[in-house]
């Protein structure tokens, strides 16, 4: 099984270089820690930055520089800032290439629910709705099984729904998935150590298995 | 030019009314108008509706006015890091309407720009979509939403001119410009106030015109709600 760590590196391997990105809070966050050097990427904040730095040192602090999950940041060289509006607006005018970002379930069509569980406070979905809606490219990172073993990847979403037929990767502790065009979850890789049976088990909505699947490479 | 200056925030706020209508600036903590805030924490008014993207912290922020009882409705995006917002939402002492954050910034700059409904796909197949009008774009469906107008709004800038021209710092931009434009009185904050003509006017992001009060502020505590440092 991987550590979220492991699954951040993983979705590292999606990106492609002169990509518009946008990382969701959580494991999507620690993706930025392993895209490779030689890849020349712009990380967007939707609360109006693109071009995310390395977190700040003490002396560079500086409480009007924030991210999307209000940590201090620095800016990156050639980065620009922007209102609100225009943040959304160039996330729902497809200029942002990829998104990446956690969820609670993911259904075998590509929906997603990760804003809001019944009887829990809620807090708000944030950017997420316009996020999911908008983005032509969505990886989902999370774990295959909540904390009780129960499958988060279902036939559909039990949770009420952040966005409808969007999800087209998703990366988990045991695997890597794509939404098929016609419904289902394709097996694609498989954590080290980890069995197609495993997997199986794990995936309550419909699992595709085509061929040997082979074991992830970091 | 058209002086827009005002003494200081008690003066900038004096005239706004229990039960009206406000938009405040700010993302998390970040460019939040604190003069303002503490300003309206001495007034004895009840019954606000605030548009803000958050809801403050316990003890700042809109977090303040919360614990005052002064406000009946949030309209957000977020509001998570907030026990006294928990408290009052879950014994139905407030209203709160949560939006998704793009289509919150879309219908503020609607408001501002005189256009009362557009097309967005943010919420399609879900809760936030009940009860609207959806319709089809090349194949894919999208949410009619309306705008938002407030009869305040409070903003937050770095530099500021006599005219109302400013300019914001980092992403203490966020909602702020946006809801200059909004509010039918716009009230600026400034941490420094120059005359008109001392500001490059190729730099201005929000254009005087939107701005009806300015006034220098004070004492900006800028807190942050997650210190993070590289290792």
Known sequence: MLTKDQIAQRIAKEVKNGQYINLGIGIPTLVANYIPDNLEVV???????????????????????????????????????????????????????????????????????????????????????????????????????????????????????????????????????????????????????????????????????EGEIPEMIF | MINKTVKNAREAVADIPSNCMLMMGGFGLTGIPENCISALLEKDITGLTIVSNNAGVDDFGIGLLLKKRMVKKMISSYVGENAEFERQLLSGELEVDLIPQGTLAERVRAGGAGIPAFFTPAGVGTEVAEGKESREFDGKMYLLESWLKADFSIVKAWKGDTAGNLIFKGTARNFNPIMAAAGKICIAEVEELVEAGELDPNQIHTPGIYVQRIFQGVNYEKRIEQRTVSK
Do not use: Y
């Open chain 1, 43 to 209: 990380l967007q904040s939707e609360n109006g930055l693109l071009g995310i730095g390395p977190f700040p040192t003490e002396d560079q602090i500086d409480p009007d520089l924030i991210n999307a999950g209000k940590q201090t940041v620095t800016m990156a060289k050639g980065s620009s800032l922007f209102n609100s509006a225009e943040s959304f607006g160039m996330i729902r005018g497809g200029h942002v290439h990829l998104t990446i970002l956690g969820a609670m379930e993911v259904s075998e069509n590509g929906d997603i629910s990760n804003w809001k569980i019944p009887g829990k406070m809620v807090k708000g979905m944030g950017g997420a709705m316009d996020l999911v809606a908008s983005a032509d490219n969505i990886i989902v990172a999370m774990q295959h099984c909540s904390r009780s073993g129960e499958s988060k990847l279902l036939p559909e979403c039990s949770l009420p729904i952040t966005g409808i037929r969007c999800v087209k990767k998703i990366v988990t502790d045991l695997a890597v998935l794509e939404i098929s065009p016609a419904g289902g979850f394709i097996l694609k890789e498989r954590a080290p150590g980890v069995t197609v049976e495993e997997i199986k088990q794990m995936t309550a909505g419909k699992l595709i298995i």
